[in-house]
């Protein structure tokens, strides 16, 4: 899940400043997850944006705003509305907000930032567990990213820092190497532990990323 | 210049002491305390970017150390740089005749004075060493043959107080795999905790050439005693250390933990529990030569 918050309704009415006529997308799935970007959160910020002086000219909650061609559908059937529009503000995250900017030329805002690929943890409590970094080491340390949650990215074991099992940068956060530690030693693999791991190819996906699973399939 | 790997291998119980780069171009103090040190110890550690905070550079300090007849362990880190910058640094050190290396992951930048800088790590430490032993036998980190590769002694520290232990522990064994050297701890003051660990390290150095110095940082006051305690990761002042701090007044405070490191500068060598010493008086190098006297080693 993408971890989204949504910015200060100060700096959206910043961002929209020149702009009247206003279309807001929300999204379906991530952004209603994190309530940033759901249905209410919608309601929410159109109720907040007239009270301000804005016309919304229509707001969508899309399935996944991150779905091109579905953007570039819902677009075409309210032709008229986003024909309208000034903006386009997007409640969803970083790649929502591009994926509006596929479909229109006009003037795009994001209305979250963008955090992380979280766990959710519980209700609106997440947790940033893996990276994206495009090659899985995971097997090596007992499924706990060093590469994510260790605040150096570091491979070969806790930094001097580890402070009574929590991270000397965050005393909130745990030490994910002496969770890996744990962890190894309770499936008697400390042997994987003592392996030196060389850097990671830092390179194992080009970015930005690009993938045709489509045509890769195909090749196999 | 190889003075510091020389009394290393010598025998003798080692001693550095360390000295911090300005914050600026200023360096009259900095270098009356390389020269008030460079003759009275075997090595002085220059430290990068200490504590995350942007400064003078460590490989400019170690060369100015070095000719003015002194030996330099130039500290390196791998938060502010990537592989290649890092290699870049290590032949331009040698070439201007740097020969001990201590390799460390460094403080993240949280910690520092440039906190939204981008911190790097494409290496770590046990990397950092790795790399380092590769130079040394000609070849970089790509395999690509060097025309001419390095000839560092190859440092690294270890936490003897770290909570828990045994990771740190594992983590030193994979420096030692690595190719460290020589190591210099994190600061220490229980030495009977100290003392464990050194039994503990001499039976993974046994048959390998590996030299471990004690980390010693000076008390200067009660409330420092504290402050790391509450503060610093990995250090632990024992009550009965921080009683005798406070049994002084506080003019006097500076005397009692020069007296006490040079306590226990004595001991480590009467009891043969390490190789020597890494004295870090942070800020304070001039007292360093009365401890040394107080420890008879000069």
């Known amino acids: 899940m993408i971890i989204s918050r949504q910015k200060p309704f100060e700096e959206l009415l910043e961002s929209l400043a020149g702009d009247k006529n206003v279309y807001i997308v929300g999204c379906g799935e991530c952004a209603t997850m994190t309530q940033t970007g759901g249905e209410d959160e919608v309601a929410d910020i159109k109720a907040r944006l007239e009270e301000a002086g804005k016309s919304i000219v229509a707001t969508d909650v899309a399935h996944s705003t991150c779905h091109e061609l579905d953007m570039k559908r819902i677009f075409r059937q309210k032709k008229a509305e986003a024909e309208s529009a000034d903006a386009f503000l997007v409640l969803s995250c970083g790649a929502g907000t591009q994926s509006v900017r596929e479909s229109t030329s006009k003037h795009v805002a994001p209305g979250t930032d963008t955090l992380f690929l979280g766990n959710i943890k519980r209700q609106m409590n997440f947790e940033e567990k893996c990276s994206l970094c495009g090659e899985c080491v995971l097997d090596e340390f007992g499924s706990i990213c060093p590469v994510t949650r260790c605040a150096k990215g570091l491979l070969n074991g806790p930094c001097g820092g580890t402070n009574q099992g929590k991270c000397e940068v965050d005393s909130e956060k745990d030490c994910a190497w002496v969770l890996i530690h744990n962890q190894l030693k309770s499936e008697d693999k400390l042997d994987k532990f003592m392996q030196i791991h060389g850097p990671k190819r830092w390179n194992a996906v080009a970015r930005p990323g690009r993938l045709d699973a489509k045509k890769e399939k195909g090749a196999a | ?298």
């Open chain 2, 1 to 298: 210049m190889a003075k510091y790997r020389d009394a290393c291998n010598s025998g003798k119980f080692v001693v550095s002491g360390e000295i911090g780069p300005p914050k600026g171009t200023d360096a009259d103090g900095m270098i009356h305390d390389i020269d008030l040190l460079k003759d009275m110890v075997d090595g002085l550690n220059v430290t990068d970017n200490q504590s995350a905070v942007m400064r003078l550079g460590s490989m400019a300090v170690s060369h100015e150390i070095v000719s003015r007849g002194g030996d330099a362990i130039y500290q390196m880190t791998c938060r502010d740089r990537n592989r290649l910058a890092l290699q870049n640094d290590l032949l331009s050190a040698h070439f201007l005749g740097l020969r001990n290396v201590l390799c460390l992951t460094g403080d993240h930048v949280s910690v520092g004075d440039h906190k939204d800088a981008k911190e790097v790590y494409d290496f770590e430490s046990v990397q950092l060493i790795q790399c380092v032993k590769k130079l040394n036998e000609g070849f970089d980190w790509a395999g690509n043959e060097l025309g001419g590769g390095t000839d560092f002694y190859i440092g690294a520290v270890v936490t003897p107080e770290s909570d828990p232990l045994e990771p740190q522990k594992l983590k030193f064994e994979k420096k030692v795999e690595a190719g460290a050297q020589f190591f210099q701890t994190q600061a220490v003051y229980d030495m009977d905790n100290f003392e464990r660990f050194m039994d503990y390290a001499r039976g993974v150095t046994q048959g390998k050439d590996v030299k471990i110095m004690a980390g010693l940082v000076v008390l200067t006051s009660v409330g420092m005693a504290k402050y790391m305690n509450k503060f610093v990761p990995g250090v632990f002042v024992p009550d009965n250390l921080i009683e005798e701090m406070a049994s002084v007044s506080k003019e006097d405070a500076m005397q009692k933990g020069m007296e006490i490191c040079a306590r226990h500068i004595k001991l480590l060598k009467e009891k043969d529990v390490c190789d020597g010493v890494h004295i870090m008086a942070i800020g304070k190098e001039e007292i360093v030569p009365d401890i040394l006297k107080m420890a008879d080693l000069v």
